[in-house]
């Protein structure tokens, strides 16, 4: 009967449409590049340099930026028309303070790396040298006590709270730099309510090394690593999680750049710009005459 036969027919069509589809492969999200700016000084200040933290204000105009010597940097972004980055304008620095006022030397001491505002302006700064967290409520007072993370964190010398990260009710979370064994994973801690804890891993790849992170207009965790090439300088990656109460996923890789491609990549700021989700990373130039300070901006596209 030609009308049965036509309605088989139909619906064994559907059903293929349906089994193909669910066989297709999401897409999978991807980044599409916005611009470099390379940033000097105005002035000469032996300070300027080795930036290792970063902070983009929600609507893209302003900074905070963290040196790797205990010096934080802050002023507003000059962009154009497309949104891409034209000039980086200093309205203050502070050097970081100790609990005791006291300024914190280059070295172990005042090897701060990670950076993370609050919403209410309060100011947290990751140490890698003499692993801790501070916490400043402006940046020319001094640094809060806060207590230290368990033993069990497996911190290693200098290789201690690298990236750090800020959720929109005030929970922090760091991790270090290197994990101790290719195979082994990167142990994620959370400071809450006073509290440390372990919540979960991340799984490490090689040698790929994190040393930013940032959480997302969307929520979830955006985690900056490098990889360390010897003459041919360094490549950068960016992988994103989810995250749970207590769990993270599996992660995916949003981009993954050639060595030599961009200088030292080392903080990460995710923001919305209006037309998606904006990241925006800072090179660390070591303070040496052959590297340079540069913000690269990349768009997600999912």
Do not use: C
């Not at 205990?70 to 507003?76: D, K, R, T």
């Not at 006590?145 to 929109?168: D, F, H, T, Y």
């Amino acid at each position: 009967m030609p009308g049965y036969r036509h309605s088989a027919l139909g619906l064994l069509g559907t059903f293929l449409t349906v089994l193909m589809a669910a066989a297709s492969p999401a897409v999978a999200a991807s980044l599409d590049y916005v611009a470099t700016y390379v940033w000097s000084s105005p002035q000469e200040d032996p300070d300027f340099g080795g930036f290792s933290g970063l902070e983009i204000s929600d609507d893209g105009l302003g900074f905070h930026a963290l040196s790797d010597r205990a010096f934080l940097y802050w002023g507003s972004i000059d962009r154009d028309a497309s949104g891409r980055i034209r000039g980086m304008n200093i309205a203050g620095r502070s050097h970081l303070a100790d609990s005791k006022g006291n300024p914190l030397p280059p070295g172990r001491t005042g090897d701060s790396e990670g950076l993370a505002l609050a919403q209410d302006g309060t100011i947290w700064v990751s140490f890698e040298g003499l692993d801790r967290l501070a916490r400043y409520d402006t940046p020319d007072q001094p640094a809060k006590r806060i207590r230290k993370p368990p033993p069990e964190a497996r911190l290693r010398v200098n290789s201690g709270m690298e990236a750090l990260a800020i959720q929109p009710d005030g929970t922090l979370l760091t991790m270090p730099e290197r994990s101790g064994a290719e195979g082994r994973p990167f142990p994620v801690l959370r400071y809450r309510d006073g509290q440390w804890d372990q919540p979960f891993e991340i799984s490490r790849d090689g040698d790929w090394l994190p040393v930013g992170a940032d959480i997302g207009p969307d929520g979830r965790l955006y985690l900056l690593e490098r990889s360390f090439h010897g003459i041919l300088g360094f490549a950068s990656r960016v992988r994103r999680f989810d995250l749970g109460p207590d769990s993270i996923s599996a992660g995916e890789v949003l981009l993954t750049t050639r060595p030599l491609q961009y200088d030292n990549l080392e903080g990460l700021s995710v923001w919305s710009d209006g037309q998606g989700i904006r990241l925006t990373m800072i090179s660390d130039d070591n303070f040496l005459f052959v590297q340079r300070t540069e913000l690269v901006e990349y768009r997600l596209r999912e």
